[in-house]
């Protein structure tokens, strides 16, 4: 009798520990569950977060970009100019606003303020038929024996032009810069002796329009 209840007590206890086993593996599977599930979810997490960092970043980089062009668009400003007309020489000419300009006794005087040099324009008349002719007999009569450095003949707003460089070698005081139009039996001369304008009577000769009444 004693034998029977022994084994039934060993039954029990090895039902006991199998149970016990059961419960253990599955809360080990429950745990590997909810360990799966929370990665998942940390995984998701981390996609939605870095989305709108890149958006973010994206969205910085083009305002930093379009700044940039904005700065390198302004900071080439379009230059100011200003636009004179002489009644006596029927000319009009467009010239940088920083110039003042006077016109007395038939000539066209540029100059800055307070600045000492100046560009002037004149008119002479001639009764030569060409600025060539013009040209020679001014050569034959050269007083001053003035050398021309540079000479090139260029074409503005229709009209033959001669451009010179002269030098006079004992006077560089007279070294200057000019440009010689021959316009219906007159010559039309815009010139300067000083270098730091030389730009600035490149500009100016460019613009120059014969615009009399009814031309």
Do not use: W
């Amino acid at each position: 009798m004693q034998g029977i209840q022994l084994l039934v007590q060993v039954k029990l206890l090895y039902c006991m520990i199998r149970e016990n086993n059961m419960n253990k593996k599955k809360q080990i599977f429950h745990h590997y569950i909810l360990l799966f599930i929370g990665l998942f979810f940390i995984a998701i997490l981390i996609v939605v977060i870095s989305k709108p960092i890149r958006r973010k970043v994206s969205s910085t980089s083009s305002v930093s970009t379009l700044q940039q062009s904005k700065t390198l668009y302004t900071s080439y400003p379009t230059p100011v100019t200003r636009t004179y007309y002489s009644d006596f020489l029927k000319i009009e000419i467009t010239y940088p606003a920083e110039f003042q300009v006077t016109e007395r006794l038939g000539t066209v005087t540029l100059k800055k303020e307070q600045d000492k040099e100046e560009i002037r324009v004149s008119r002479n008349g001639t009764n030569n038929t060409s600025l060539e002719g013009y040209l020679a007999e001014v050569d034959y009569r050269n007083t001053f024996k003035d050398k021309i450095v540079d000479k090139q003949y260029v074409i503005i707003n229709g009209i033959k032009v001669l451009k010179i460089i002269s030098e006079y070698p004992t006077n560089s005081k007279l070294n200057h810069k000019g440009y010689y139009f021959y316009i219906d039996h007159a010559i039309y001369f815009i010139s300067t002796s000083s270098p730091s304008l030389y730009n600035d009577l490149d500009q100016i000769a460019q613009s120059i329009r014969y615009n009399p009444p009814g031309y």
